[in-house]
Each structure stands twice: as C-alpha cells, then as structure tokens.
Nanobody, 115 residues
C-alpha cells in the first residue's frame, strides 16, 4: 500500500500562485508515475500533470505554460507550482501515484481561485 498526503491548497485571487505538495509513503516501487489530477464541481476528475520515473512529463493543455510539476525521488515527494491561476482552475486537487498497475490517491486539497 501507498499513502499520499497533500498540502498547500487554499484560496487565491485570479492571477496568483499556489504550490501544492504531496508526500508518498509505504511500499513504493522505484519505477512509478506521480502526478496531479483535479475535479471541479459537477465535473469528472481530469489529469493536470504527471511525472513518470522514466519518460516525459505530461501536462493538460489547459495548464501548459502556467503549471510546473517536479518530484524528488529521494524524498518521494511531488510538487505542483501553479502560476497565473484562473477561475477555471478551481477544484479539488488529488495527488496520484501509479505503480505496478495500481493507482493510489491522496485525500485531495481544495484550490479556490476567485476574481
């Protein structure tokens, strides 16, 4: 099992910045993918960004150029730097880790962008 704990959500005005953090613990396989997903009210959960151990970083088109994902393999952490936030970035952000064909999720952290 893998446990994921997110932090860093909150309220921000449009155009502002937030930084999310996620710490993983438990049975972590050395090859995995860590990332962020979000779910807006009334909408399905969608991919924001993923960062595999090997391979390319992937961003949703809607956040390219504004969000940056990073990870520290030694600490089993992943961060999401969110700049130039827009109203439509509001939602619950979930940390994800995928390994050995299983997905693990954090409890989610609320991000609210207001005008």
């Amino acid at each position: 099992q893998v446990q994921l704990v997110e932090s860093g959500g909150g309220w921000v005005q449009a155009g502002g910045s937030l930084r999310l953090a996620c710490a993983a613990s438990g049975s972590i396989f050395r090859i995995n993918s860590m990332g962020w997903y979000r779910q807006a009210p009334g909408k399905q959960r969608e991919l924001v960004a993923t960062f595999p151990t090997y391979g390319r970083i992937n961003y949703a088109d809607s956040v390219k150029g504004r969000f940056t994902i990073s990870r520290d393999n030694a600490k089993n952490t992943v961060h999401l730097q969110m700049n130039s936030l827009k109203l439509e970035d509001t939602g619950v952000y979930y940390c994800n880790q995928a390994q050995l064909r299983k997905d693990y999720w954090g409890q989610g952290t609320q991000v609210t962008v207001s005008s």
